[in-house]
């Protein structure tokens, strides 16, 4: 069909302004696998119904199984993509994930900084395979500079503690609460905590504040292993704030969302399984076979997975 024939009303109506998706920023990294990073996000986002506004942060080389480097991208060239599309679109939530370099955290920081009123989700994947003087560097910068910013922080069990508490040496997991009073103590209103470990095989996912659990919901350990999946969790609550979802229940829609995405991975390579966030698009057959490659056996790692090898427990 030609411009021509595209028939009038059905045309664009530029007078029409506020129609449309929400729009949501992610500041976050390449990954050419399409599991996390930026295209996770992309894919999470408008799954969701949203659409997203990518910022590249550093480009990350790795496969299915695990990452072998990364490169950042200039401070400045980081500013210069989201400075150039704010000044013309305007956003309605915030997603932050793997930042490169202490020197991206502080430019990433001075943009957050001027949108005070909206609403910031931040990812803290684990970052083992960053060289450990990098990623001390890292993590202080986003201590100092993200935390206080941020309405919810979200990771692992073990990579928030890591993160928040990491001197701590007690016999006990922390709990979800002591996260957030840690998270809380650098301006972080709510902390999303996945894989909490509970007894007999289930995993907690658990919103809470420094007074105590909020929602949560459990997750049955199984023998494989996701990569992409925090990324998935963190994208998909930015969205539905964005659209203007309370955070109670868009916790509960994200965890929702998340195993549903979990429960159709497909396995693109020989490493980990990727979530399918179109699960919801797929035909029935279709649907069913991703679901029986999720349940394929499969090492655990502790790579960025969120949580990691669950399925809902309904």
Known sequence: MTVDAIPQDHAADPSQ?????ACVM?????????????????????????????????????DTAEVFDHTTIEADVVVEQARSILEDVTISAWKVGFLGSAEG???????LSDYPDVPLVAYMPNLSWVEEDDQQAYLDAYRELVLPQA?????????LTDFLLPEWNNERPASPRELAVAAAEHGTRFVLVSSVPLPDQYLDNVLASPQGAITGEKF???????VGAGD???????????????????????????????D????????????????????????????GEASLDSPTTDDDNLPKDPRHVH
């Open 26 to 62: 992610t500041f976050n990294a390449t990954d050419p696998t399409g599991a996390g990073g930026l295209a996770g996000d992309i894919a999470t986002i408008a799954a969701m119904g949203a659409h997203a506004l990518p910022v590249v942060t550093s480009i990350v080389l790795r």
């Open 220 to 226: 049955e350990r199984f023998e494989v292993s996701f």
């Open 17 to 21: 302004e506020g129609v449309g998706p």
């Open 105 to 111: 955290v502080s430019a990433v920081a001075e943009v």
């Open 232 to 262: 998935t969790l963190s994208s998909s609550l930015a969205a539905l704030l964005a659209s203007g979802a309370e955070l109670h229940a868009a916790v509960g829609e994200s965890l929702a969302f998340l195993d549903q995405a979990l």
């Open 151 to 159: 309405e919810v922080l979200v990771g692992s069990h073990q990579t």
């Open 264 to 291: 159709a991975g497909f396995r693109p390579g020989m490493g980990n399984v990727i979530p399918d966030r179109f699960f919801w698009a797929l035909p029935p057959g279709e649907e069913e076979e991703g679901q």
